[in-house]
């Protein structure tokens, strides 16, 4: 069984580089049609897709925060990595990774989570 474990800092002050970090254990981030995804849930609001990197290492992006996103992987690590520039009070929220077997934009989709951290961007 896949697991994945969120790691970062919980407190961010605006204008600032977001840096997350996803372990993956029970499986490898190069399995053939597996998609690793970032996805956010800001307090009292839905699930967000923020981006995903393929096993290929190919990525897509949510064209809303794209201009701030990168993800990357470090496959001997077997980790994935999020960085969203120039934060501001609006991206306080739960981060979440997920592994999907398809390249989908819908949260839903992905079946496997990790436990979420917390992110609070404040000065």
């Known amino acids: 069984q896949v697991q994945l474990l969120e790691s970062g800092p919980g407190l961010v002050k605006p204008s600032q580089t977001l840096s997350l970090t996803c372990s993956v254990s029970g499986g490898s981030i190069t399995t053939m049609y597996a998609y690793w995804s970032w996805i956010r849930q800001p307090p009292g609001k839905g699930l967000e897709w923020i981006g995903y990197i393929a096993y290929t290492g190919s990525t897509h992006y949510n064209p809303s925060l794209s201009s701030r996103t990168s993800i990357s992987r470090d496959t001997s690590k077997n980790q994935f990595t999020l960085e969203l520039s120039s934060v501001t009070p609006e991206d306080t929220a739960m981060y979440y990774c997920?592994?999907?077997?398809?390249?989908?934009?819908?949260?839903?989709?992905?079946?496997?989570w990790g436990q979420g951290t917390q992110v609070t961007v404040s000065s």
């Open positions: 997920a592994r999907g077997p398809r390249p989908s934009v819908v949260a839903r989709e992905y079946t496997n």
